[in-house]
T-cell receptor
Framework: DGGITQSPKYLFRKEGQNVTLSCEQNLNHDAMYWYRQDPGQGLRLIYYSQIVNDFQKGDIAEGYSVSREKKESFPLTVTSAQKNPTAFYLC?????????FGPGTRLTVT | SQQGEEDPQALSIQEGENATMNCSYKTSINNLQWYRQNSGRGLVHLILIRSNEREKHSGRLRVTLDTSKKSSSLLITASRAADTASYFCASRSNDYKLSFGAGTTVTVRA
């Protein structure tokens, strides 16, 4: 899983609550990404950031928010507006082509 | 939206056999990458092939790229039980984003 940490590994929340997923990297990478993975499917891009204090929406940004105040950190908030938040969330970073992934956070909302 | 499609969705082989999986993509690419994911874990980068390359090798992995057909294949030779995982192709266009396929689940039987 390289130098990327995600915490916690499992997260449980009640419907209607916002929840923030942590992602930290010590690889000195400029770019960071958040993906969502549903069972039996590939990864879908939620948000990405190419530089500190800047980020862009991916393909499925609705109901999510991010910040990039430090190069090492790219937290993802799953808001109550996300209609189907239960999923496996993966964070990644890169400097050029290949991406390095964290171990993931499995979020369950009931 | 996911750009790639992978085939087959699942593959079961005997240890020592070769495993081949295919990936198709829709738009022009800068490069195509293959990743492995063990169950419930993050993705690990395996190999990258650039748009001007046709074939690349890395250990027991062989990747081909046919830009005229917008397709790639990954061959794993002499498979081992530890190769049991899901394999994803990811295409990169002229930005930092990767578009992932839905993956091929490979099971290597002892």
């Amino acid at each position: 899983d390289g130098g990327i940490t995600q915490s916690p590994k499992y997260l449980f929340r009640k419907e209607g609550q916002n929840v923030t997923l942590s992602c930290e990297q010590n690889l000195n990478h400029d770019a960071m990404y958040w993906y969502r993975q549903d069972p039996g499917q590939g990864l879908r891009l939620i948000y990405y950031s190419q530089i500190v204090n800047d980020f862009q929406k991916g393909d499925i940004a609705e109901g999510y928010s991010v910040s990039r105040e430090k190069k090492e950190s790219f937290p993802l908030t799953v808001t109550s507006a996300q209609k189907n938040p239960t999923a496996f969330y993966l964070c990644a970073s890169s400097n050029r082509d290949e991406q390095y992934f964290g171990p993931g956070t499995r979020l369950t909302v009931t | 939206s996911q750009q790639g499609e992978e085939d087959p969705q699942a593959l079961s082989i005997q240890e020592g056999e070769n495993a081949t999986m295919n990936c198709s993509y829709k738009t022009s690419i800068n490069n195509l990458q293959w990743y492995r994911q063990n169950s419930g874990r993050g993705l690990v980068h395996l190999i990258l092939i650039r748009s001007n390359e046709r074939e690349k090798h890395s250990g027991r992995l062989r990747v081909t790229l046919d830009t005229s057909k917008k397709s790639s294949s990954l061959l794993i030779t002499a498979s081992r039980a530890a190769d049991t995982a899901s394999y994803f192709c990811a295409s990169r266009s002229n930005d930092y984003k990767l578009s992932f396929g839905a993956g091929t689940t490979v099971t290597v039987r002892a």
